[in-house]
């Protein structure tokens, strides 16, 4: 064994030690990588275990579409190795911070502008290892589809937060960049005009891949933007420029052909979360996410009389909006009558500088039903009986 084997080894060892010996002691454990979404949950508790030493890409066969890599290893890392073969990933994980790393990408389960169009972190998880409660280092899937067999408990893992257990290791399915991409970008379209157009597009062969909506104070005059990014062969998306842009001519809108490395970076600060819509309007604004059917209609939420601003993803799906955390029952009842749910992504800064995030005392994610809560709950027990690890946290 070299010594760098060696190192990762004892890395391991140290692990499933701090593992075994938190559920003897009952010592709540924070598992944390890059810390880049610490923000996002509902508590941070226990003791911080970092996962960043044990970090490094195992394999990666770009003719297979599927890399392996160590939970500590850096997002940014990985994505620029993809990149030099032509890869990627195609659900754009957001980063939130320079320190983003692999294990946390699957643990939050979040994705970018396209994950309407090619699916989720889950969707791409073919794989994993993980140290559950009692110290076992477990091995579920593979690195291909066919080994899933049974329960895809690898999958489970995504979005759980790090209360499933330790992610060692995660395989990936990786896919080539498209060779043609292109983005509409629509002036003047309403929300509703967006909203229509885009659940018509989903319905024909077109080469959707992210779309968003916003009324854009920052331009001059303040109006309705509507973007929609092409990707796939150069010839579909070409001909889905021509047909989709006759359509909104059509509703009178002005419309503009944008290629990738004129708006990349946008897409990118959408993702992110730093285009200007994202800056609270309040020190006591709070930024809730809204998960609703594609279909669902406009959402009127007020507050206090007023429209609260909103930034369209997903083609329809996702749903931002800023509103304080008094505004709980109505942001929460809107999300419900459409079909959905409401989480409370980012507290307002005023409470941020007090003890213990107040905001987040009206509760950060829709409480689940019984059915669903038991299910959680018998989930939990089997993989960490002590309940060691992130309590709280979802």
């Given at each position: 064994?070299?010594?760098?084997?060696?190192?990762?080894?004892?890395?391991?060892?140290d692990?499933?030690?701090?593992?075994?010996?938190?559920?003897q002691?009952?010592?709540?454990?924070?598992?944390?990588?890059?810390?880049?979404?610490?923000?996002?949950?509902?508590?941070?508790?226990?003791?911080?275990?970092?996962?960043t030493?044990?970090?490094?890409?195992?394999?990666?066969?770009?003719?297979?579409?599927?890399?392996?890599v160590?939970?500590?290893?850096?997002?940014?890392?990985?994505?620029?190795?993809?990149a030099e073969?032509?890869?990627?990933?195609?659900?754009?994980?957001?980063h939130?911070g320079?320190?983003?790393?692999?294990?946390?990408?699957?643990?939050?389960?979040?994705?970018?502008?396209?994950?309407?169009?090619?699916?989720?972190?889950?969707?791409?998880?073919?794989?994993?290892?993980?140290?559950?409660?009692?110290?076992?280092?477990?091995?579920?899937?593979?690195?291909?589809?066919?080994?899933?067999?049974?329960y895809?408990?690898?999958?489970?893992?995504?979005?759980?937060w790090?209360?499933?257990?330790?992610?060692?290791?995660?395989?990936?399915?990786?896919?080539?960049?498209?060779?043609?991409?292109?983005?509409?970008?629509?002036?003047?379209?309403?929300?509703?005009?967006?909203?229509?157009?885009?659940?018509?597009?989903?319905?024909?062969?077109l080469?959707?891949?992210?779309?968003?909506?916003?009324?854009?104070?920052?331009?001059?005059?303040?109006?309705?933007?509507?973007?929609?990014?092409?990707?796939?062969?150069?010839?579909?998306?070409?001909?889905?420029?021509?047909?989709?842009?006759?359509?909104?001519q059509a509703?009178?809108?002005?419309?503009?052909?944008?290629?990738?490395?004129?708006?990349?970076?946008?897409?990118?600060?959408?993702?992110?979360?730093?285009?200007?819509?994202?800056?609270?309007?309040?020190?006591?604004?709070?930024?809730?996410?809204?998960s609703?059917?594609?279909?669902?209609?406009?959402?009127?939420?007020?507050?206090?009389?007023?429209?609260?601003?909103?930034?369209?993803?997903?083609?329809?799906?996702?749903?931002?909006?800023?509103?304080?955390?008094?505004?709980?029952?109505?942001?929460?009842e809107?999300?419900?009558?459409?079909?959905?749910?409401?989480?409370?992504?980012?507290?307002?800064?005023?409470?941020?500088?007090?003890?213990?995030?107040?905001?987040?005392?009206?509760?950060?994610?829709t409480?689940?039903n019984?059915?669903?809560?038991?299910?959680?709950?018998?989930?939990?027990?089997?993989?960490?009986?002590?309940?060691?690890?992130?309590?709280?946290?979802?």
């Open positions: 064994m070299n010594p760098m084997q060696d190192t990762l080894q004892h890395t391991l060892q692990f499933t030690d701090r593992i075994l010996q938190a559920s002691t009952g010592q709540p454990l924070r598992l944390r990588g890059g810390g880049t979404k610490d923000f996002l949950g509902q508590s941070l508790q226990g003791e911080v275990l970092d996962t030493a044990y970090s490094g890409i195992l394999s990666y066969e770009p003719s297979e579409l599927v890399i392996t160590r939970c500590g290893t850096p997002l940014a890392a990985v994505e620029a190795a993809l073969k032509g890869q990627s990933f195609a659900f754009e994980p957001p939130f320079a320190g983003a790393t692999i294990g946390g990408m699957v643990a939050a389960g979040l994705s970018g502008p396209a994950r309407a169009s090619v699916g989720t972190v889950r969707d791409f998880v073919l794989g994993a290892r993980v140290i559950n409660g009692k110290g076992e280092h477990l091995t579920f899937g593979g690195q291909v589809m066919k080994n899933v067999a049974g895809d408990v690898s999958r489970l893992l995504a979005g759980s790090g209360q499933l257990g330790l992610i060692t290791e995660v395989s990936l399915k990786v896919l080539p960049v498209a060779p043609g991409e292109a983005t509409l970008v629509c002036a003047g379209v309403s929300q509703a005009q967006a909203l229509k157009l885009i659940n018509q597009w989903g319905g024909q062969p080469p959707l891949n992210a779309s968003a909506w916003v009324h854009d104070t920052t331009a001059n005059p303040a109006q309705d933007f509507f973007f929609v990014r092409l990707r796939g062969a150069v010839a579909a998306v070409d001909a889905a420029v021509t047909k989709m842009s006759a359509e909104v509703l009178g809108a002005h419309v503009t052909r944008m290629d990738s490395a004129q708006v990349t970076a946008d897409w990118h600060a959408s993702g992110e979360q730093t285009l200007d819509f994202f800056k609270a309007p309040t020190e006591q604004d709070c930024l809730w996410r809204l609703v059917p594609q279909t669902a209609p406009v959402l009127d939420v007020r507050v206090n009389g007023t429209t609260c601003a909103q930034y369209i993803e997903w083609h329809g799906a996702q749903r931002w909006l800023w509103a304080p955390a008094s505004a709980v029952n109505s942001v929460r809107a999300a419900l009558k459409a079909g959905g749910h409401a989480t409370l992504f980012r507290t307002s800064a005023a409470s941020r500088q007090t003890l213990g995030d107040v905001d987040k005392q009206v509760g950060v994610y409480p689940l019984a059915v669903q809560q038991r299910i959680q709950n018998e989930l939990k027990k089997q993989f960490d009986p002590a309940g060691i690890f992130n309590p709280g946290r979802a």
